[in-house]
């Protein structure tokens, strides 16, 4: 009974899972990879591709998903937020960031 | 049925040895000074192909070179039967040079001038006249039989959604390698879309020069943005990628490095070359789909694979482009564009290797004559990366 949410978490090192589905805020969605399995619930609603974080990740930690690091938090993510743009910033090709790095 | 039979396609051969699976006579305009009248050719003349471009002039060095490159990449791919090369007369990439490139391969080959032929309308009845013998010629020769070993297949994603890593792409690594066991060639492109990524495919390198080049050719594209003083994000993942649910450079790359299977990585060419190892190939291009495209064809590639999440009409004059979808809804959306979906993975309806066998089989079709949604819409797409100034 019920809907089936569907999500998909690539490595079980990741702390991020995606939705195959559009997810509505409050549901409690299952995530499942290789023998790791939990519940989250989801703090907004998931659109259809999107990521959403399966544990707290703390401001400047790294984003994992397929196992390999696809950015850093931006700010303080908590288990079932929304994880995009707004709080993920990219490592890579950070010409913006250059003086900084230089200093 | 045999093995051998069940890889068999059907071909032209050309007088180099390459298979071709189109038999078009391009117009093939060095500058784009001639390209309005090599369109009205290909109004004339059934069987022609043109494309349009704004190159040919005023360009130097390794940019020349690039350039020059490509428009005899494109001349001699071996879905070309023959060229008619037509040029202004005055500029940098003079039509009698590139011409006399693409010659070298024995296949028939004309030179027209806007200049030397008097103008526009004399130009286009002198280039028809010689495409239209050779469309003729092109028509007597018949499909003959040729296996995979001769066949350069081309990966490519563009208009990426999070599905693509997910999908489409894992299912096009499967075709890689299925290619590359048949005794084929895989082209995997676009190194900005394998930046985050590289670590993996440096540790499949047949040797610690492979290797390297993987490195160089990922930070001479990395510091190209950092030397431009922006963040790369504001043009890749572009804005529809982001609305997809990419929200990093590196996150889109992970998922399009998928496309390059499990084999190893035989060598890395730079843009518009011809590969020369057989096996997994990396070719070093933009992530921009059409010079990405334009690349891999003009360095041989006979087909294209090329995954989308949002959806692209794109196409190429020479080369039939297998285009995947990696969901349904969009499959449905722009079943115009859209040739293959692998949006049943998703679904759980169908495994990423069924679907991988699935465009495999399409590639023996679509080699053996089949056409493609952007083959029928006349999607004639064409674009160089360029890497220098115009002067």
Redesign the interface.
Known sequence: MGTQYKTVMMKPSDNVAIALMDLPQGTVVPVACEGHVQEVQLVQDIRFGHKFAVKPIAKGAEILKYGEIIGRASSEIGMGEHVHVHNLEGIRGRGDKVESRVQ | MSLEYSNQLLGYRRPDGKVGVRNHVLILPTITCATQAAKQITELVQGTVSFIHQHGCAQVGEDYDQTFRTYVGMGLNPNVYGVVVLGLGCETHQARSVAGEIAKSGKPVEVVSIQDNGGTLMTIAQGAKVAAKMVQDASAQRREPFDFSELIVGTECGGS???S??SANPAVGVVSDLVVEAGGTAILAETTEL???EH?LAKRAVNDQVAKRVYEVIDQM?NR?????????TG?PSPGN?E??L?????KS??ASNKSGTTPLHELINYAEPPTQKGLVWMDTPGHDIEQLTGMVAGGAQVVLFTS?RGTPTGSPIAPVIKIST?TAMFENMGDNMDLNAGTI?EGKETIGEVGHRIFEEIREVSSGKMTKSEILKQHDFGIWRIGPTF
């Open positions: 959604d999070a599905c890593g997910l930046i985050g990524a993996l990395e943005a950092i030397l431009m003083g922006v963040d790369i994000r890749n982001i997809g649910g929200s990093s450079l590196e996150e992970l998922g999440g969901n998703i």
